[in-house]
């Protein structure tokens, strides 16, 4: 939610969001992380455990480019460009639409990982192509949509490429680049952590063209997109959701050596068998926009004994529709969010609304999967550990009290008495704050299910920002200094190891449902 969306009614503790998102990637750009087999889709062959173990082996000893960051973005159409999918299985081909005032320019597939510290290798380098300037955009004025028509620039065939994440960069003759998003998805969950990248938000906050989900003509909320298409490219770097939200947490994971598999919202949306037996599914910083099936898949993966981690806040809060247009399926996220009733679609689906979850019609919060109810916008506010006997804190040396400065922003989760919310639960973090005039708190609650599958809440959009802060990868810290990145760092690797072991509810100690006794006189 943004400024000029309305204030959301009969939810305890809702407040209003902040003016914009967007900015808070910003400073991703020019070297720094400010701060998702048998039954898989696609024509891929899914590989066999032990040989993909053998292969992620290989690939993290292998030598990292430390040149693989965009150090001048040149101005406005220098070069960009977009993909005609969000993910493709090792050995597919995806198409490049680039635009560029260049007479020619070259596309570096970088996988991000660890690498030594390098953060990302190069696995494959285009020949030089010749640049053009392509169409501008058009406008679709019944939703306010922002595409383009543009020519195929050049077909990428990606094998040999190892599954990942990936920043292409294009490269321009004339020294000026931008990033182009693409995961390189995994064909099998099973025994694995599942990273699930959330293209759908990406794509809900771009503003390329002028209008995004938040805003239009004139940045006003009542001029925004209805409906959003992945057929234009990012603004700014190319992939500021993904730098600020996501990378942090595919290098620490890949640094961990723990089994990893890639995928994204959309293709959990897509194939009901993509999370079939993962050890545990990590939803990343900034996981605001799902469908109704992604939500549902999830749900039954934590129920079949999938642990489940939301690392950021505000997650699962919107939901929306995915449409086809003439590129493929997919290609357009539509989100009317308070104009739900003008949404066409609502004539003969009555009970599929996009607007937020715990709206009617078919109300749902998200808290009966999170734990945690997004509450509001803005904060900054010290996270306050409750909980330090929690396996989540072993090695972290905290005490009961101890506090880590601007932690706890920009947005906030917390358990909302009243909402629905799994029991027990337990409240490991507890962190008073004031947001917009009225006291609060922001929550890290962790639950378990009868499948034995365990479930973490991070409460706050920073936890992944976090990671890296006090480093010299992260250009805008929000004010976190070295020990709260080692803090988030200990807990965010306890958290990964223990997923890997299996069923959290099994192996780890018997949780204290302690709800009660945290919100007895506190603000609800």
């Known amino acids: 939610m943004k400024h000029g969306e309305r204030q959301d009614a009969g939810i305890p503790g809702r407040l209003d969001r902040r003016l914009f998102l967007a900015a808070a990637a910003s400073g991703a750009m020019a070297g720094g992380v400010a701060v998702t087999g048998c039954h898989s889709s ?41 993909a005609d999918k969000v993910s493709v299985l090792p050995g597919e081909e995806f198409g490049l639409y680039v635009s ?8 570096s597939a970088y996988r991000v990982g660890w690498y030594d510290g390098a953060q990302a290798r190069l696995v494959w380098r285009s020949h030089r192509v010749a640049g053009s300037v392509q169409a501008r955009p058009r406008l679709v004025r019944a939703t306010r949509t922002v595409r383009v028509d543009w020519h195929r620039t050049l077909p990428v065939h990606t094998g040999g490429w190892p599954e990942g994440a990936y920043l292409l960069r294009l490269d321009s003759e004339d020294a000026h680049q931008r990033y182009v998003p693409l995961i390189v998805r995994s064909a099998s969950a099973a025994g694995r952590i599942v990273l699930m990248h959330a293209p759908a938000t990406w794509q809900a906050y771009n503003l390329w063209g002028g209008y995004s989900l938040y805003q239009g003509e004139n940045g006003a909320y009542g001029t925004r997109s209805l409906a959003v298409s992945f057929n234009r490219p990012y603004d700014g770097v190319g992939a500021e959701k993904f730098m600020a939200y996501e990378r942090a947490v595919v290098v620490l994971a890949e640094k961990l050596g723990i089994p990893l598999a890639y995928t994204t919202g959309l293709d959990i949306h897509r194939d009901p068998g993509i999370l079939h037996n993962a050890a545990g599914a990590v939803s990343l910083g900034h996981d605001e926009y799902w469908t109704p099936q992604q939500r549902a898949r999830v749900t039954r993966a934590r129920d079949t004994g999938t642990n489940v981690a939301f690392l950021g806040a505000n997650t699962c809060f919107r939901r929306v529709r995915l449409e086809p247009d003439d590129t493929g399926a997919d290609r357009t996220v539509v989100c009317y969010k308070t104009d739900y009733r003008n949404d066409p679609y609502l004539a003969d689906h009555p009970d599929m609304p996009t607007n937020d979850f715990r709206q009617p019609p078919g109300a749902s919060p998200e808290s009966s999967l999170t734990g945690v109810l997004y509450e509001g916008y803005p904060v900054d506010a010290p996270y306050v550990v409750r909980r330090s006997d929690h396996w989540l804190f072993e090695g972290t040396g905290v005490k009961r009290g101890a506090s880590f400065d601007h932690l706890v922003g920009v947005e906030y989760d917390r358990v909302t008495p009243g909402m629905p919310t799994p029991a027990p639960i337990e409240i490991i973090a507890h962190s008073p704050l004031v947001c917009n005039g009225r006291p609060s708190y922001a929550d890290s609650a962790y639950y378990t299910v009868p499948s034995g599958a365990g479930v973490f809440a991070s409460g706050t959009m920073r936890w992944v920002e976090a990671l890296m802060a006090g480093t010299r990868e992260n250009g805008r810290n929000h004010g976190m200094d070295a020990r709260t990145g080692a803090f988030v760092t200990r807990s965010t690797e306890n958290l990964l190891h223990a997923f890997a072991a299996g069923p959290c509810g099994r192996n780890r100690p018997e949780l204290k449902d302690d709800v009660r006794e945290v919100y007895a006189s506190a603000p609800r």
């Open 42 to 82: 696609g024509t891929g062959t899914p590989t066999p455990p032990g040989a993909g173990r053998r292969a992620e082996r290989r690939e993290s000893s292998r030598a990292g480019d430390a040149d693989w960051r965009v150090r001048s973005m040149g101005p406005p159409g220098a070069i960009e460009g977009y």
């Open 100 to 107: 560029t005032t260049a007479p020619a320019f070259r596309v």
